[in-house]
């Protein structure tokens, strides 16, 4: 099973970038997927999750209101869209999958069973 983590980039202050999360090995279509950051450090954070239906969201409040995440079933993929990006959303982002099905979305680092290897999101001011 693999998370494969990809969008990063160098991003000026107020722009935005679109985080993708294809997963392969396994489908992912009734799982809790979410996306967490670490920036450098820091512990990783919680930033967004999404239930297995996109019926239910959970942000951050770091992100909320800027950052929308999303899923598409048939791709087994998440993404991350991030506007009005600030120096402070510099980090590795995450992505990683609950193993649970049908569990609700969660920010708890623990639920989480498979992670991605990460990628880098630098902010300038």
């Known amino acids: 099973v693999q998370l494969q983590a990809s969008g990063g980039g160098l991003v000026q202050a107020g722009g935005s970038l679109r985080l993708s999360c294809a997963a392969s090995?396994?489908?992912?279509?009734?799982?809790?997927m979410g996306w967490f950051r670490q920036a450098p450090g820091k512990e990783r954070e919680f930033a967004a999750a999404i239930n297995w239906s996109g019926g239910k969201l959970y942000y951050a409040d770091s992100v909320k209101g800027r950052f929308t995440i999303s899923r598409d079933n048939a791709k087994n993929t998440v993404y991350l869209q991030m506007n009005s990006l600030k120096p402070e959303d510099t980090a590795v982002y995450f992505c990683?999958?609950?193993?649970?099905?049908?569990?609700?979305?969660?920010?708890?680092?623990?639920?989480?069973?498979?992670w991605g290897q990460g990628t880098l999101v630098t902010v300038s001011s």
């Open positions: 090995g396994r489908t992912f279509s009734s799982n809790t």
């Open positions: 990683a999958a609950d193993s649970r099905a049908y569990s609700g979305s969660s920010y708890y680092i623990p639920d989480y069973d498979y």
